[in-house]
């Protein structure tokens, strides 16, 4: 299902003594994260008054946070951003609203199961498929991803052989 805003990140730690934060992105590239100019925090928009990469965070200043005991108030907080900030092409969803679609296999139209985690890997990501059998299914479109209708919760996958993990 589209969801109307999406977890992106968490605040991890105060940096420094001027009030920044640490942000861990949720998958994906961190410089992902500069490309937005408002987040959700505590269900209020706020605008970063800096925001960059610093190693494999990203590092925020707020306003009203000046000072390290203000910004460790905010560590252990989610940070989103709202779906419609993103911008995504036609066919790109964020993994969460990925979680729960019904899979379906193209050849046999046999319902597979529900897709109940997106795992990252350095090739491309995994989806599970949890069902009478567990698949992993290498979220590759085209190959393995047929479809994706979100407004029917419907996923269509080709499955090979041996995708099953507990298949005989």
Known sequence: MKLERIKIGRIVNAHGIRGEVRVQPRGGDPASLTHFKTFLLDGQAVTPTANHVHKSL??????????????????DKDLYIRREDANLEDGQFFDDELLGLRVFDEETDEELGELTAVEN???HQVYTVRGTHEYLIPAVPDVFIKSVDMDANRMTVHILEGMATDAD
Not at 63 to 72: H, I, K, S
């Open 58 to 75: 990203v590092l925020m200043k707020f306003p009203g946070v000046d000072d390290m005991n203000t910004a460790l108030a905010l560590k």
């Open 121 to 123: 890997y350095p090739a």
